[in-house]
């Protein structure tokens, strides 16, 4: 619980003092009071629907994650993995890399009658389909990364971009090789109960990894289909504000600074990369959008909804569903 309340405290304190600083500092003075008045007339019907896109890319992804499930011989309501997805969202807000979101999800979906070594499955294929995503868009991104802005932060791209490359082969082999991941564990794990425990679960991850790639690859393609319109909607965000303030939507440009910024926060700096993410977002912007005061604003409209709207609406729902487990208890474990 101190770990989590360590993480929670500097996730927010370091993403609003990076927006603070943003906002008041690095702008020159004299346009900080024209930085005020940008944010108060950002026009609201594309407040509302940056709002409404980003929220519609939750229940996308939800009903991804039910195909998912659909995959391996599970049946989740689409309700209920809503209910898996949104909590998720405010243990991501808080965690390096955002990793926070993954246990959560396996966590509920075990409670929704999935074994856990099911759940990992199902939460691991999603990953490892948004990689395959950006996997095929990286190469489209570098060519025209060159085109929209300077290298100051190509070396960063690289790096990231590699570690999650090195990310997906281990996992890989993980899945083609579950003895060495058992060697692995008991190495680090020396309680038998535990290490038990834990193997059977591999076993079971392993042989559901096989089941989705032997059974289920027709809900594979179905969950890859509907990964495109859920980074689509997110991505489409940052144009709707542009539009919100006046500014041209840039569609591509914005796309590719978004791309470059989401393989950056893969690097595990902060809790939900905060401050990673607000000065990255300036940085990107700042080779697209001139008017100094106008950039401070969007990186805080930005950040808004798609973090802090996370963050509320994930913490709620997610205190809800933890006090429903605590008073009536979950399905039963498998």
Known sequence: MDRFKKFLISSIVVSVL????????????????????SLSNIRLEYLLLA??????AWFVWALRIKVMCKGIGSEISFSDSVKVVIPSL??????????????????LLGKNGLSYGDATAVVIEERLLDAFFM?????????????????????????????MMLTIILLMY??????????????????????????AEIDNFHRSIWKFIKEGRKYLLFG??????????????????????GLDPMWIPSFVAQMVLVVITVLPLTPGSSGITEVGMYSLYAMLV????????????????????????????GGAISLNILRKGGKRDK
């Open 135 to 163: 996997g095929l868009l990286i190469p489209i991104t570098f060519i025209l990364f060159k085109d929209y802005y300077d290298m100051t932060l190509f070396p960063f791209f690289v790096i990231a971009a590699s570690i």
């Open 290 to 317: 001139e008017n100094e005061s106008l950039l401070s604003v969007f990186v805080l409209i930005w950040r808004s909804v798609l973090y802090y709207t996370n963050f509320i609406i994930g913490g709620i729902v």
């Open 51 to 56: 709002i409404a896109v980003h929220i519609l």
């Open 174 to 199: 993980g899945i083609v090789r579950p003895d060495k991941m058992k060697k692995f564990i008991s190495r680090w794990i020396k309680r038998e109960s535990i290490v038990s425990g834990v193997n």
């Open 224 to 245: 890859f289909i509907l990964t495109v319109p859920y980074w689509l909607l997110d991505l489409a965000v940052a144009s709707l504000i542009l539009i919100g303030l």
């Open 18 to 37: 990076t927006l603070i600083l943003l906002l008041f500092v690095i702008p020159q003075t004299s346009v900080t009071k024209e930085t005020l008045n």
């Open 90 to 107: 405010f243990a991501a807000c808080i965690t390096p890399s955002k990793f926070g979101g993954e246990p959560v999800r396996v966590y």
